[in-house]
């Protein structure tokens, strides 16, 4: 939720700019915050004083065009001819749906690894079109993958070259770490005795990897509701 979301202002910000120019590749590892980062944009782009009307889909289990296409049909309607899933269909239902907004259209495409080595495998056409989308003033799309997304946009035979701002996503700062750790607690309401030593051991152990610290707080809630008890301690941790 939004009061959950902590460490990637920065981010966010780069990313808002940039796509008033151009598209944006998000690029990290797993459960390093990149789904978190496109559901904060789809939320931000949909409330009413935005000028982006936002489409989100992850592609997590999309392998192919047949995937991709049934996947935008469930997720946004677009409804492309059965008998062609061929890339050149999503130019058309792209455009036709650019045509009748006010606000540009921005695509929020999540885990597009799998989908983009198909693609690759298949001379790339489909992020071409992408490309020639974003190019043409149609909409921007903000991707979000791991090595195969990295790998094509540094490849200078890729259409994905020079496309998209490449936004690295890395571990949070120690400041966000402790965010992370101390204010979905206080919402709780639950105490940290000996925060300092607690919250120091945390990132020690995390090294500030948010999924870790969301592990290593989840087990420790747990342990409390068994105890009965909105009081935190080092020893919790230690378990």
Known sequence: ????????????????????????????????????????LHRDFMKPDNNWHPFYANLQIVKNYEDFFEQIRADWGFEAKRADYSPRQFYD?????????????????????????????????????????????????????????????HDSHSPLFNFCINIPLSYLDEISAECLITEPMAIMDVEIEN?????????????CHPRIIQYIFDGMISLISNEQTRRINIEHLHK
């Open 195 to 207: 925060q300092q030593q607690v919250i120091k051991e945390i990132i020690d152990i995390s090294s």
């Open 93 to 153: 239902l792209a455009s036709n749906f650019a045509k009748k907004q006010e606000e540009q259209t921005v695509f929020l495409i999540d885990e597009v690894d799998d989908l983009l080595w198909y693609d690759v495998e298949h001379k790339e056409i489909l992020f071409e079109t992408f490309r020639a989308l974003s190019q043409n003033e149609k909409c921007r799309f903000v991707f979000s993958g791991e090595r195969v997304l990295n790998k094509r946009t």
């Open 1 to 40: 939720p939004e009061n959950m979301f902590f460490g990637r202002e920065g981010e966010i910000k780069k990313i808002v700019q940039g796509l008033n120019s151009n598209s944006i590749a998000i690029i990290g590892g797993r459960r390093i915050g990149k789904t978190s980062i496109l559901q904060r």
